[in-house]
């Protein structure tokens, strides 16, 4: 119903810049919030940046001051702008998209397939 793709991720030195983006389509409605999160080997998935369609954003302790997140609300488009890269980010980040969707009576996730960070020198 409704497709993530998620593009932008691959390898790159410690204190490097990747920037990922995901696109939403499929049955239009509107999504109230989008973010990214990640899932690093034998860990469970946890928040990086959430954004809502107002704007407000809220990131984990972790990304502060290095990743940013934006949104183009007429594209159904995130983005996440990542920079002083450590080998710690390194994992498996995953869209979302959630709203409460014409045909559902609750909110509603919806997931991309991932893309994988990786931070090594």
């Known amino acids: 119903q409704v497709l993530l793709v998620e593009s932008g991720g691959g390898l790159v030195q410690p204190g490097g810049s990747l920037r990922l983006s995901c696109l939403a389509s499929?049955?239009?409605?509107?999504?109230?919030?989008m973010g990214w999160y990640r899932q690093a080997p034998g860990k469970q998935r946890e928040l990086v940046a959430r954004i809502t369609t107002g704007g407000s954003t809220n990131y984990a302790d972790a990304v502060k001051e290095r990743f940013t997140i934006s949104r183009d609300n007429a594209k159904n488009a995130v983005y996440l702008e990542m920079n002083s890269l450590k080998p710690e980010d390194t994992a498996v980040y995953y869209c979302?998209?959630?709203?409460?969707?014409?045909?559902?009576?609750?909110?509603?996730?919806?997931w991309g397939h991932g893309t994988q960070v990786t931070v090594s020198s």
């Open positions: 979302n998209a959630g709203g409460v969707p014409p045909w559902a009576l609750s909110w509603q996730d919806y």
């Open positions: 499929g049955r239009p409605f509107t999504i109230r919030a």
